[in-house]
């Protein structure tokens, strides 16, 4: 089973900085990568597939990269509305649809 | 517009089921597979498995292996999950979620319904 780890858990903020979130996973993968954003009481919003591109609307102020085990979730200028919960999720091998245990922004 | 509209809040006694639906719209119903999430309080999210809306094939993690049943009615673009043997650890908030790609279950989920909380009490 592919592992997905998240860090930090919780990361303290300022509006307007560059924000880098970290998904590793414990085994090589294919890219098959998702970024979600969930806020406080809502369904998660998916940003990111296939590790590096934008879903539908998606501000270009976010952006993935990554490959192999390593992927990164970067926020240009952070936004009030951007401080949520994001997880990572490998939609790929067995069982697939694995999610990281999240990283949460909260207002430094 | 694309849309997934889940049933309402539902409170259960341990030792039951939970019948929660998720209903689309703005789509082709029978060209997609949904998957089910859920959520427990404070914690991350839970794969659970995944429905072809067209064959009504099923996968499902094995966690939930013997009791959960995904199920679909084409002719109302109604997609159900249901859980049995209900335990206190089952409270959370369950969500479907559509697959990006066509005709795929190996896709990011783009689309998301509102969430269904269920509770498991005494």
């Known amino acids: 089973e592919i592992v997905m780890t998240q860090s930090p858990a919780t990361l303290p903020v300022s509006p307007g900085e560059r924000v880098t979130l970290s998904c590793r996973a414990s085994q090589s993968v294919a890219g098959k990568l998702a970024w979600y954003q969930q806020r406080p009481r809502q369904a998660p919003r998916l940003l990111i597939y296939?590790?590096?591109t934008r879903a539908t609307g998606v501000p270009a102020r976010f952006s993935g990269s990554g490959s192999g085990t390593e992927f990164t979730l970067t926020i240009s200028s952070l936004q009030s509305e951007d401080f949520a919960v994001y997880y990572c999720?490998?939609?790929?091998?067995?069982?697939?649809?694995?999610f990281g245990q999240g990283t949460r922004l909260e207002i430094k | 517009q694309v849309y997934l509209v889940q049933s309402g809040p539902d409170v259960k006694k341990p030792g039951a089921s939970v019948e929660v639906s998720c209903k689309a719209s703005?789509?082709?119903?029978?060209?997609?597979?949904i998957h089910w999430v859920r959520q427990a309080p404070g914690q991350g999210l839970e794969w659970m498995g995944w429905?072809?809306?067209?064959?009504?094939?099923?996968q499902y993690a094995q966690t939930f292996e013997g009791r959960v049943t995904m199920s679909r009615d084409a002719s109302i673009s109604t997609t159900y999950m249901e859980l049995s043997r209900l335990t206190s650890d089952d409270t959370a908030v369950y969500f479907c979620?559509?697959?990006?790609?066509?005709?795929?279950?190996?896709?990011?989920?783009?689309?998301w319904g509102q969430g269904t909380e269920v509770t498991v009490s005494s």
């Open positions: 429905i072809n809306l067209n064959s009504g094939v099923t």
């Open positions: 999720q490998l939609y790929d091998h067995w069982p697939p649809f694995t």
């Open positions: 703005g789509f082709t119903f029978t060209g997609y597979y």
């Open positions: 296939g590790a590096s």
């Open positions: 979620a559509r697959v990006h790609l066509w005709q795929t279950p190996t896709d990011a989920f783009d689309i």
